[in-house]
């Protein structure tokens, strides 16, 4: 009895810290109050994917709704073991969350502190950076390489201190990827009892390696996947973590014990029974990301190449005033970070979507405030190692 009411009160203290906690995810950093946009307008803002969910998905939620007054945390279970077999590991090294930020979160509580150092790219997706600051960990930010993929040697340098090293592969906001030997290098040279977390929720997009593997070789990694982004289900809630059972045991007592949406694990279920679909997205994302890039060298504009669904593209000035101006022409576009305040995100999004969107960024890149003479203008693009390389 005893125990088990220290457990309850543990479980009680670890609950409210979470709550105070808070939980920061994409669409709370993308900056808009609200969900309201203009009739009509093109939404490339935060890195959704405006297919949504495939229609294997969208039957499952259909059957599901009727039943939504119940748990069914068989559901959960179903959900574990496909994934788990789809990826060659046991089910006891997967957990399901709603959404991939939870055990980002849960994993930063975990393994960061006064003592243990938050390290990351500059720039990089800030979810884990706010949680490192709330929980009272320093953030340590490390620039890139010069082929904008996350500098693993500068980031051990860095933080001799560190609890948890953060790789979100591709990245975000560059869309660039950083190599699984990289990712080893980093797992096999970092401080004893610190953590390699690699968030992988674009790993679909790219023509990179899973650092799952390093999960199954039972090392101090921690690997975060969505069903927000290839899957196209950032608003149903669901996500994925894998570790070795020791770890996720630690990150899971922040919360992962609740219920999960029935409506999201029956989409999940569904979308990962659906075998074409990564591939063909990947395909119809590539395409016109590949349309995309041909038409901003053609035009003079330079960018990050990414393999990802969004990418990274110089405004030559502030690129706040930008965002404003193509809002004033119905178009959303992404944030800045302050460590590249003349860059903006743009997501990819429909065909007819990049189509409107290069209509109104050649309207406010030519207004008279931005400066931009179209006539005799080169077309370049940001290469890898940092040069401007005529296109």
């Known amino acids: ?41 093109v939404i490339i803002d935060r890195n959704e994917n405006p297919i949504g969910p495939c229609q294997a998905a969208r039957d499952a939620i259909a059957r599901i709704t009727p039943q939504g007054g119940r748990y069914f945390p068989n559901l959960t279970d179903e959900l574990i073991a496909i994934f788990a077999r789809k990826e060659g590991l046991k089910a006891e090294y997967v957990a399901a969350f709603p959404g991939s930020s939870e055990p980002l979160h849960h994993s930063v509580m975990t393994f960061t502190s006064r003592e243990k150092s938050f390290v990351t ?113 950032a608003g149903l809630r669901c996500g994925i973590a894998l570790a070795r059972p020791d770890l996720l045991e630690k990150v899971v007592q922040y919360g992962g014990w609740n219920a999960m949406p029935v409506t999201a694990l029956a989409a999940a279920i569904a979308s990962l029974k659906d075998e074409p679909l990564v591939a063909e997205r990947k395909r119809i994302n590539a395409t016109i990301r590949a349309a995309t890039f041909r038409w901003l060298d053609r035009h003079g504009y330079t960018y990050i190449p990414s393999q990802a669904n969004f990418f990274l593209l110089d405004t030559k000035r502030p690129g706040k005033d930008v965002i404003e101006r193509m809002a004033a022409e119905n178009v959303f576009i992404g944030r800045v970070w302050p460590v590249m305040p003349n860059w903006v995100r743009i997501t990819v999004g429909t065909q007819q979507d990049m189509e409107r969107f290069q209509v109104a960024w050649d309207r406010v890149m030519a207004s008279a405030a931005v400066g931009k003479v179209r006539e005799g203008r080169k077309s370049s693009r940001l290469d890898l190692d940092g040069t401007v390389v005529p296109a």
Not at 19 to 40: C, H, I, K, Q, W
Not at 149 to 165: I, N, S, T, Y
């Open 121 to 233: 790219a500059d720039p990089g997706y800030e979810a884990g950076m706010y949680a490192a600051d709330r929980a009272g960990a320093r953030v340590v930010k490390v620039p890139p390489t010069k082929d904008y993929a996350h500098d693993v040697r500068g980031m051990l340098e860095a933080a001799p201190d560190a609890g948890l090293f953060y790789i979100c592969t591709p990245n975000n906001p560059t869309g660039t990827v950083t190599s699984l030997s990289d990712i080893t290098y980093l797992v096999e040279h970092k401080p004893k009892g610190s953590i390699v977390l690699v968030d992988e929720a674009y790993v679909h997009f790219a023509d990179t390696r899973s650092a799952i593997d390093l999960v199954k070789a039972d090392l101090d990694v921690i690997v975060l996947r969505t069903f927000s982004k290839i899957y196209g289900m």
């Open 1 to 41: 009895m005893a125990s088990s009411r220290r457990s309850f009160l543990e479980h009680s203290v670890m609950t409210s810290a979470a709550l105070a906690f808070g939980v920061v995810t994409e669409s709370m950093l993308a900056g808009r109050t609200d969900n309201a946009y203009p009739e009509g307008a």
